[in-house]
């Protein structure tokens, strides 16, 4: 089954709740009244009513039943500012919170926070910062783990990998390295993925010395550690990790090698340059960046996202809040 569809049957009427902060953007709205509609989630959006109304009736979109909220002159914003004050211990006044809170990506933030949300979606008109800086102030990343990393599921056909970190970290160290294999198994078995991990180097079980690789033979010991029931393996060349006969010869003994299906890259070029080329010269449909290790589920889009790339987003984002519900 195709990777959507299944994720569209595993979601729909779950009750799983959605926020789009940016509402009066017609892709973003356009998805939003078709999850809502179809009866996959519940979207709320945000934004001024009347620019959204008018959005809504130049594309033809029924928001009949959206929830829509306005920042500004919500009435749960004096609520959501002393959540967010707490928050912040201490770092920003009341009316540095008012005026945040303002800010359609914080309220919507805050609404995951608080729990009238499940998780959001984001970042059709807004970079990456203005999604992920709200979401590591407020939310944070989840216990056990650092920072947050960006993956990537990777389909051809009945095939389905995931790559990380992809979209975040740009030179992780041994100690963030780990975490992110840790993250990227939990992800992967998200999406239906049996997590093989690899970790990826230019050498493989001591073929090649030099720092990079020390860095990723120490991140291995340290992801083993981490999950001691999850096969992770490393460090592997990209070929003896994906092809069983090569694996089978430059690492004879290992349960991954040859095998794996979670491909773990060193750092940030590597991975940007690897999925990428998968996706291009490989025919591979790259679905991300997915941010894993926060406490709860938020999506950044490209700003070139279409329509469908918020849906499907949405359906990934869902997926991760039905994951997390079941952990």
Do not use: W
Not at 26 to 50: C, F, H, K, S, Y
Not at 82 to 99: D, I, N, P, V, Y
Not at 107 to 117: E, K, L
Not at 164 to 181: M, S, V, W
Request: charged share 20%; no cysteine; hydrophobic share 45%.
């Amino acid at each position: 089954m195709d990777l959507f569809a299944s994720l569209k049957q595993q979601v729909a009427g779950k009750g799983v709740k959605l926020v789009f902060p940016e509402g009066a953007e017609p892709r973003i709205l356009g998805a939003a009244a078709r999850l809502q509609n179809e009866g996959v989630l519940e979207a709320t959006v945000l934004g001024d009513r009347a620019e959204i109304a008018a959005a809504a009736k130049e594309n033809g979109f029924d928001i009949s039943k959206l929830t829509v909220r306005t920042p500004e002159t919500d009435p749960a914003k004096a609520d959501l500012v002393a959540a967010f004050e707490e928050r912040r211990k201490g770092k920003t006044t009341h009316e540095q919170a008012l005026s945040t809170l303002d800010d359609a990506t914080y309220f919507g933030t805050m609404m995951v926070y608080t729990g009238a949300a499940d998780g959001l979606v984001s970042g059709a008109v807004h970079s990456t910062a203005n999604t992920v800086r709200p979401a590591l102030q407020i939310i944070k990343t989840k216990p056990g783990v650092s920072r947050t990393s960006g993956a990537f599921i990777m389909q051809r056909g009945d095939e389905r990998y995931l790559f990380a970190d992809t979209a975040i970290n740009i030179d992780p160290n041994a100690d963030e390295l780990a975490e992110i294999a840790v993250e990227s198994a939990l992800t992967a078995k998200a999406f239906g993925i049996d997590p093989r991990v690899a970790m990826l180097s230019f050498s493989t079980k001591g073929s090649a010395a030099g720092d990079m690789v020390t860095k990723v033979q120490e991140a291995t010991a340290k992801a083993q550690a981490l999950a001691p029931n999850v096969p992770i393996d490393g460090e592997l060349q990209f070929d003896a990790a994906f092809v069983p006969s090569v694996g089978a010869q430059k690492a004879p003994d290992s349960k991954v090698a040859g095998h794996a299906t979670v491909f773990v890259f060193p750092e940030l070029q590597s991975g940007n340059i690897g999925y990428k080329i998968a996706q291009r010269l490989g025919g591979f449909t790259a679905v991300g960046p997915i941010l894993q290790g926060l406490n709860k589920p938020v999506s950044d889009l490209s700003r070139g996202a279409s329509t469908d790339d918020v849906y499907q987003t949405a359906l990934v984002t869902a997926t991760q809040v039905l994951a997390a519900a079941n952990d």
